[in-house]
């Protein structure tokens, strides 16, 4: 049984550049929720998605935006990238609002 | 507005110690709490889950409790070994509207030396 996983692994982006980072759930769940974690701190909820909709948010600009597809799978796009935008971003799935389980992170270098 | 603590930031303790991580949090309402360990640059393990209903939870060398009332939870890792360095997280589900996203501590990074 996959867990969750994320691609690319590492990326590395200019500033003012867009990125996508991908997340695929664990088999047998619906919701899909993005955390950053910048280096030395907790991670930081961004947003969550269920059928298909953004759910939940947190304290983020809009140039974080997300998706989810038919399949559960998921997408976290940024815009307009600043330095301050480098740091591991975490994908967690969930069957509804069940227990969340982590995949293991895309680091995003912005230079 | 939930805010969850973690003190020390980091520990280092010789091959053999007991090891007490602390967590507090401000908002008593919470679902559950969870204990995660980190490995450099990677994702998130799950250690421990403490339902709001329950006092303690025990795995293996592990032990994580909770009390509410005060907000707090410690993770003690008895008879530590070199593989138990990494950095711990604790993180907490809020009741109600919230849902189950979590909010995390800063951590504490922990080095056990041989």
């Known amino acids: 049984d996959a867990g969750v996983t994320q691609s690319p692994t590492h990326l590395i982006k200019t500033r003012g550049q867009q990125v996508t980072l991908r997340c695929s759930p664990k088999s047998g769940h619906d919701t899909v929720s993005w955390y950053q974690q910048a280096l030395g701190q907790g991670p930081q909820f961004i947003f969550q998605y269920y059928e298909e909709e953004e759910r939940q948010r947190g304290n983020f600009p809009d140039r974080f935006s997300g998706h989810q597809f038919p399949n559960y799978s998921s997408e976290l796009n940024v815009n307009a990238l600043l330095l301050g935008d480098s740091a591991l971003y975490l994908c967690?799935?969930?069957?509804?609002?069940?227990?969340?389980?982590f995949g293991p992170g895309t680091r995003l270098t912005v230079t | 507005k939930q805010e969850v603590t973690q003190i020390p930031a980091a520990l280092s303790v010789p091959e053999g110690e007991n090891l007490v991580l602390n967590c507090s949090f401000t908002d008593s309402a919470i679902y559950n709490l969870q204990w995660f360990r980190q490995d450099p640059g990677k994702g998130l393990t799950s250690l421990l889950l403490?339902?709001?209903?329950?006092r303690e939870q025990t795995s293996g060398r592990l032990n994580a409790s909770l009390d509410k009332s005060s907000g707090r939870s410690t993770l003690y890792i008895a008879a530590s070994q070199p593989g138990d360095s990494a950095t711990y997280l604790c993180a907490v589900r809020h009741r109600g509207a919230a849902g189950n996203k979590l909010t995390f501590g800063g951590g504490t990074r922990v080095l056990v030396k041989p």
């Open positions: 967690a799935s969930s069957w509804e609002q069940g227990e969340q389980y």
């Open positions: 403490i339902q709001s209903s329950q």
